[in-house]
């Protein structure tokens, strides 16, 4: 499963924020992933910091969101892929070390509940740190305004 990134042909979606509304997944082109939010209407992208990719990572393991349109559904590959590239880009030692953990489990074909903990060792520590539900949604939210 490792190597370098492709870009995706297509979104992958992680679950919808409420039954029959909008999805939230990602995106990968020109060596950066998106956060997008998509809906009948079409997708949103947004900027997508290492902290918001791990939320969605752990989204998807925790299954914290039910329901992703089934055409574009992440896979464990394009989860793998993007925990890789965070590893590229991660400038912290101890958050490298964490999803280096969380993409062997990945690998291991570990349950959700574990690599989801693993992921969760590998977020931003501090007073700021917020629950990754919480925050997938409010950058969700924030992005439909905007439209």
Partial sequence: MRGAPTPLEA????GRLEPDGPWIG???AGGAYRFIVGSGGGTLAGAADPDLLIALAIAHFAE???GAPPDIEAT??????LVEHLIAVASDARQRS???????AID???AGDAVAGRLAAAMAT???QVD???LLVARAEALLRCA
Avoid at 11 to 14: E, G, K, L, T, V
Avoid at 76 to 81: E, K
């Fill in 126 to 128: 501090g007073d700021d």
């Fill in 132 to 134: 990754p539900v919480e």
């Fill in 64 to 66: 914290a969101f039910e």
């Fill in 11 to 14: 979104p992958r979606a992680i």
């Fill in 108 to 110: 291991d074909g570990l």
């Fill in 76 to 81: 464990q590959a394009d989860l793998s892929a």
């Fill in 98 to 104: 964490a999803l280096r953990e969380a993409l062997d």
């Fill in 26 to 28: 990602f995106d990968h």
